[in-house]
Nanobody, 128 residues
Framework: QVQLVESGGGLVQAGGSLRVSCAASGRTFSRYAMGWFRQTPGKEREFVAA????????VYADSVKGRFTISRDNAKNTVYLQMNSLKPEDTAVYYC?????????????????????WGQGTQVTVSS
């Protein structure tokens, strides 16, 4: 069992930066690929980024590539999403996810249906 708690969301101006964190509880955290998804009202939850259990491989959505960086610290059971050059269209609730390492291992986005655990979400709002 893994419990995920996000933090660090907030309001930022376009072009600014924000880092969201996800603290995990449970002894098996290091076995999972970790990911971030986001969702806006009326839209499906979409993949943002994922990182393998080892931290050695990452996958990003095209919309955030070059602007966002995912990282993890297995000793602290924490995964981070550093968001730079933020745009108003990045506004969403950001969800932390833990799931199978397989897709991330082969460079594919983590799928919503392959996620085993979700956090409660943290709001990120980018003003223009």
């Amino acid at each position: 069992q893994v419990q995920l708690v996000e933090s660090g969301g907030g309001l930022v101006q376009a072009g600014g930066s924000l880092r969201v964190s996800c603290a995990a509880s449970g002894r098996t955290f290091s076995r999972y690929a970790m990911g971030w998804f986001r969702q806006t009202p009326g839209k499906e939850r979409e993949f943002v980024a994922a990182i393998r259990w080892s931290g050695r491989s990452t996958v990003y959505a095209d919309s955030v590539k070059g602007r966002f960086t995912i990282s993890r610290d297995n000793a602290k059971n924490t995964v981070y999403l550093q968001m730079n050059s933020l745009k108003p269209e990045d506004t969403a609730v950001y969800y932390c996810a833990a799931g199978s390492d397989t897709l991330t291992m082969i460079g594919r986005p983590m799928g919503v249906t392959t996620v085993d655990y979700w956090g409660q979400g943290t709001q990120v709002t980018v003003s223009s």
